[in-house]
């Protein structure tokens, strides 16, 4: 079964829980939908059969999704190898070709981890790392309120001294979804972070979010801050931190990719957040990114309520970029 098929089979699940996270990223993707799936059918509409000029406005479309050139140069280039060797004719044969490659530009024949590292003893520890304004410190607080459901013990670490209010903003996270904070206006964040791990380790806490300055002004200073940083967790827990995730604000776009690169450059990033996707017309950045970092994406900011935080999943993201050309409809 291809992924259009699969897709279309999406909407129809009894399952609650599954049903209230497949209407987030339906609600979520919601503006990127109205503006690429629109007009994707005007495209349709236009021509009947399969040009040149076809593939001219349609490069044009994703580019204007946020996709991103190199993406949509090789998207159009796999897609033509396609009408060729299938002996497409009809633009509205494309339709499935489409939903299919760009589920395969995301997946790219690996194998996609979307889920936390998790140590196999001792506290997990998840550093945030972004520019400021990015969404970083609630990101951490509505992320603390899911591991909490789940039953976990969480502790958050205030490791960006520098900002007026972030600890304030973190401190009210934690008190917000209940959990404690380890946080001192006037340490070292480095410091900080070392009194946050030893208490995490003496008391078997199960999950550490740690909270990092935002500042991209002076790479060599962020890197050896992050190395120092790196090194104290690394020193009390081995093998930690187990994830180190770059958060990343949807509607900044291309810019984003440049902040992943930059990033990517000066620590070891294990993974992306993408924050307020609901946020932008253009949500193409999630394949965009994955394409010219090679980093997954591992959770989507869909709302600002705190449960709008979700494990991406590339399926139902599809979908709601999709789901107006394979809902139901548009079944016979």
Not at 82 to 88: A, D, F, P
Not at 132 to 154: F, H, W
């Amino acid at each position: 079964m291809g992924i259009f098929d699969k897709l279309k089979t999406v909407f129809k699940t009894k399952d609650n829980t599954e049903r209230q996270t497949i209407d987030l990223y339906d609600k979520g993707l919601e503006k990127t939908r109205a503006d690429f799936v629109f007009k994707l059918n005007s495209l349709n509409k236009k021509y009947k059969k399969v040009s040149n000029e076809y593939f001219e406005e349609l490069e044009e479309i994703l580019i204007m999704a946020d996709i991103g050139v190199n993406t949509v140069m090789n998207f159009i280039d796999k897609l033509k190898r396609r009408v060729k060797s299938e002996n497409i004719l009809d633009v509205e044969d494309l339709k499935e070709i489409i939903v299919d490659e760009m589920f395969i530009i995301y997946v790219n024949n690996e194998v996609i981890v979307n889920k936390i590292n998790y140590a196999e003893s001792g506290p997990t520890v998840i550093l945030f790392v972004g520019v400021n304004g990015v969404g970083k410190t609630t990101t951490i607080g509505k992320l603390a309120k899911k591991l909490k459901n789940e039953g976990k013990s969480v502790l958050m670490i205030a490791g960006d001294t520098f900002r007026a209010g972030a600890i304030e903003q973190i401190e009210e996270w934690a008190s917000k979804v209940g959990c404690e904070v380890i946080s001192n206006e006037f340490a070292d964040p480095a410091s900080v972070i070392f009194d946050g791990i030893t208490k995490a380790k003496n008391e078997n806490i199960d999950i550490v979010l740690v909270d990092t300055a935002g500042r991209l002004q002076n790479k060599v200073n962020l890197m050896n801050e992050l190395s120092k940083i790196n090194k104290v967790i690394g020193n009390i827990i081995p093998n930690a931190p187990h994830e180190t995730l770059l958060v990343i604000d949807a509607t900044t776009g291309q810019n984003g990719i440049s902040q992943a690169k930059s990033f990517k450059d000066i620590t070891n990033i294990t993974g992306i957040v993408l924050t307020k996707l609901d946020g932008t017309a253009k949500g193409g950045i999630v394949l965009a990114i994955k394409e010219e970092t090679g980093l997954p994406v591992k959770y989507v900011g869909l709302g600002e309520k705190e449960d709008d935080l979700q494990v991406f999943d590339i399926e139902k993201y599809i979908y709601g970029l999709f789901k107006d050309m394979v809902g139901e409809n548009n079944e016979e």
